[in-house]
């Protein structure tokens, strides 16, 4: 019978074939199935769910003659079931399929079956009263401490590799415990395992080929929950607080150390309780419940750094060196905590499930955070014109029931199930057959293997890449100088230092940008970092950051700078407010002039006002300071007369006397219509032209006179020479059209107005003209003088015309004689006479 328990009195009745025999047993699994088992060896699963009460969904005969009792593990998701002689074992997940079968040959029948708690175990009754227990699952326990990697290979039994870069699989080294550990560490030189309390230590050796030797035990107060070893220390975490002792007491250099507990020799966190710790060869750093990160040094014996996070921590992963670790807080969410600054950076797209985090051993700024399923990739950037960044670099999937173990170079080993070792490379390092070459380069330059980005850019032979790497480079501050990476070699554990020879200075010489080379060059010998960081942010186009960077530089003053080459004043007045106070009047003023030039000029004149309030107390200041204060008023000058007022504008021209002033004063004055005073001002400052021409069209004869010689535009002395010609000042108008080149002006007046036919020829001998020609032999054909006419005419080259007044005026033989004599004649001239 089924009851739903709010209706009791109506339970379900569930009938089954009769050939499954009696039913024996029966087990809730998963999330509301019920697994039978019935006497004649069917077990049968069926489901609770209200459209599927009752419908089997799998059923299978396991046993030959008979069924005596099932069993469910949540915890592995399988499920068993005895009868006969044998056990078989099936998964949750596919019914289907028999996972395994356990036999029994010598027990005639079996009577009953149950798992452990963990799933560890599964024990047997037989009908002769024999218990039999099998393995089903190994405990999984696994520590590194590069090269060494130790496994459980069996219930008591841990088996130790040696991780080589090429591969090649040496034999473990197998050692015998004492007992089924529950927990296990390996140190430098030392191995540490135990259950409950109670630890056992071993010595590995400084060789990897040593043999390793049981050192001894120890008990501890409280069930342990993490051992951590160093190449001399060991801490022990167990009822939230640590333990913190040497390994061996024999040692010299720590004979004379006290054991230490935690949190009590620190003061602030004695109602914290710490979840986890890390022991490197320097530092043991820990963490609590109420956010803490704790360190504590190994030389000196006293803590070193104490930080509060916002939230509880639950777990940290220091690299190799202690000096940077990732922690996950009760929120799921990582970060990287960096101890010489007490910063901390979070990490973007973290696994809401994380199992584990681990620190590559050949590339030190090179991280993965791994789930179940999947390998996150992460890059973390010491320097960058966005400062120290962590960057995701990309994902890779994992098999089922493999573990992360360690990472040297891309190179992930993992511990497999039943005690395997394995290993894969990450999808971020994998250089894989028919893989895009852009996306290699693409986490090559994430994970700032700029030699490796190198080698892409010239198999690719493509200069936006090109450009596009040395952009990297700038924004990473690798200008022209090596960028560190740390490199670990596993078989001596000894650091060798590389310096990266691919920096921006190489990569824009390459593809021959002289200008960037040049600035690199010119910034490369910065020394001040967030100042160098600036000036990449520039070349790299992000302002904002570049403002930033040089606002919390030694040389604030660079971000004025910006602001002012990029004519973005008001900013430039915000950050001079608090950064450089003194340097407010001087931008006040080239605000001022910005905005004079785009016609704003009210706020140009309120402007060139705030600079004047500039006030100097160093004396070999003083030139700069009277430059800038007439600067200003020069200014206020300008503006005040494009606001309408003139009188003040005046004052302050007259005051600086100053020539160009005067001319700026006097464009402005004659487009706001104040002609005479715009005149006076352009006589001042000696723009005779502007001037002359303003006197003229005002009539103003006197001050034309007085500037009149200093005028150059001929066009200016034509208009004077035609200006006193209408009002009959003929020799001034002469001299005029003579200064001016208008010679034909000239003739005229000699003819129209003066009478002079013998001047006007002279002047015609002299330039030839063809106009002024015609207009004496127009004057000679008025007064009967045709033989004159036609000799002027001919002389300017107008043969025609002369030839027609000696045609009408019958002077044929006079034109023949003329034109026997010209020089310029041709032979078609003499044909048509």
Request: negative net charge.
């Amino acid at each position: 019978f089924l009851y739903h328990l709010p209706e009791p009195d109506s339970p379900t009745e569930l009938g089954f074939q009769q050939r499954y025999g009696s039913l024996l047993q029966h087990k809730w699994f998963a999330d509301g199935y019920i697994l039978l088992g019935f006497s004649l060896g069917h077990v049968v699963a069926i489901s609770t769910h209200p459209r599927e009460v009752g419908q089997e969904l799998w059923q299978v005969k396991n046993h030959r003659d008979s069924l005596n009792s099932i069993a469910v593990c949540k915890e592995l998701e399988l499920i068993a079931s005895c009868g006969d002689n044998n056990v078989k074992v099936h998964s949750m997940t596919n019914l289907q399929e028999t996972v395994k079968i356990l036999s029994l040959p010598d027990q005639a029948a079996l009577k009953h079956v149950e798992w452990s708690t963990d799933g560890q175990l599964l024990g047997v009754t037989t009908s002769q009263g024999a218990i039999c227990v099998f393995v089903t699952k190994l405990h999984s326990l696994y520590a590194v401490a590069p090269p060494r990697i130790a496994l459980l290979s069996s219930l008591a039994e841990i088996a130790i590799y040696h991780y080589a870069q090429d591969r090649q699989k040496s034999p473990p080294v197998l050692i015998t415990l004492e007992i089924e550990p529950s927990f296990l560490t390996i140190g430098p030189y030392h191995m540490a395992c135990g259950m409950n309390n109670h630890v056992w230590f071993y010595d590995l050796g400084r060789s990897l080929s040593d043999t390793p030797l049981l050192l001894g035990d120890r008990e501890y107060m409280s069930e342990i929950k993490q051992v951590a070893l160093s190449s001399e220390y060991c801490a022990v975490l167990c009822g939230g607080q640590i333990m913190l002792h040497t390994i061996e007491s024999s040692n010299e250099a720590t004979q004379n150390r006290e054991p230490k507990i935690f949190p009590d020799e620190i003061r602030g966190i004695a109602e914290s309780v710490i979840t986890c710790l890390g022991l490197t060869n320097d530092f043991l750093c820990f963490a609590t419940d109420l956010g803490n990160i704790i360190y504590f040094s190994l030389e000196n014996w006293s803590t070193v750094v104490q930080f509060r996070h916002q939230a509880g921590i639950r777990a940290i992963y220091p690299d190799v060196d202690g000096t940077r670790l990732v922690f996950i807080d009760d929120h799921s969410q990582g970060y990287l905590f960096i101890a010489a600054c007490d910063e901390t950076l979070r990490i973007p797209d973290f696994p809401k499930h994380c199992t584990g985090v681990l620190w590559d051993f050949s590339q030190p700024h090179i991280f993965v955070a791994n789930d179940r399923n999947t390998c996150t990739t992460y890059a973390f950037v010491r320097v960058s014109v966005k400062g120290k960044v962590v960057e995701k670099v990309g994902m890779t999937s994992l098999i089922s029931e493999q573990t992360p173990l360690m990472l040297y170079d891309g190179d992930l080993c993992l511990h497999a199930a039943g005690g395997k070792l394995t290993s894969i490379v990450l999808d971020t390092h994998a250089n894989k057959p028919g893989r895009d070459v852009k996306e290699q380069l693409r986490t090559t330059k994430l994970m700032r293997k700029y030699g490796d980005a190198w080698e892409l850019c010239k198999l690719m032979n493509d200069d936006d890449e090109w450009r596009e790497l040395g952009m990297a480079a700038i924004a990473d501050l690798n200008v022209a100088f090596g960028e560190y990476s740390g490199h670990f070699t596993l078989g001596q554990m000894g650091i060798e230092r590389k310096y990266a020879t691919v920096t921006a200075t190489k990569v824009f010489r390459n593809i021959g940008d002289v200008a960037m080379v040049y600035a690199l060059e010119e910034v490369s010998q910065i020394e001040d970092l967030n100042t160098l960081a600036g000036f990449c942010a520039v070349l790299g186009n992000e302002i904002e950051e570049a403002k930033a960077l040089f606002a919390k530089s030694g040389n604030p003053s660079e971000a004025l700078e910006l602001c002012r080459d990029l004519l973005q004043w008001e900013q430039a007045m915000a950050l001079a407010s608090t950064l450089a106070p003194e340097q407010l009047p001087f931008l006040a003023r080239e605000y001022g002039a910005q905005l004079e030039f785009t016609g704003n000029h009210a706020e140009a004149l309120m402007n060139f006002e705030r600079g004047l309030k500039h006030t100097e107390s160093e004396s070999r200041q003083q030139q700069q300071h009277e430059q800038h204060v007439r600067l200003c008023k020069a200014g206020i000058a300008r503006t005040s007369i494009k606001c309408g007022d003139v009188r003040r504008g005046l004052q302050l021209a007259l005051e600086l006397n100053d020539k160009q002033l005067y001319n700026e004063c006097g464009e402005a004055m004659l487009a706001a219509g104040h002609t005479a005073e715009a005149a006076a001002m352009l006589e001042k400052g000696e723009s005779w032209d502007k001037a002359a021409e303003i006197f003229i069209n005002l009539k103003q004869w006197k001050k034309v006179d007085h500037i009149l010689p200093n005028v150059v535009s001929l066009k200016l002395h034509a208009a004077y020479g035609r200006a006193k010609e209408v009002e009959g000042h003929y020799a001034d108008a002469i001299n005029s059209y003579q200064l001016a080149g208008d010679l034909d002006g000239v003739v005229r007046i000699y003819l129209q107005h003066l009478d002079d036919p013998h001047s006007a020829s002279e002047v015609l001998l002299e330039t030839r003209s063809v106009e002024g020609s015609k207009l004496l032999s127009k004057y000679f054909e008025q007064h009967g003088d045709y033989e004159s006419a036609i000799q002027f005419l001919i002389l300017c080259g107008c043969v025609t015309e002369a030839f027609a007044i000696a045609q009408k005026q019958n002077k044929i033989v006079y034109y023949g004689e003329v034109l026997e004599q010209s020089a310029s004649a041709k032979p078609a001239d003499f044909l048509q006479l």
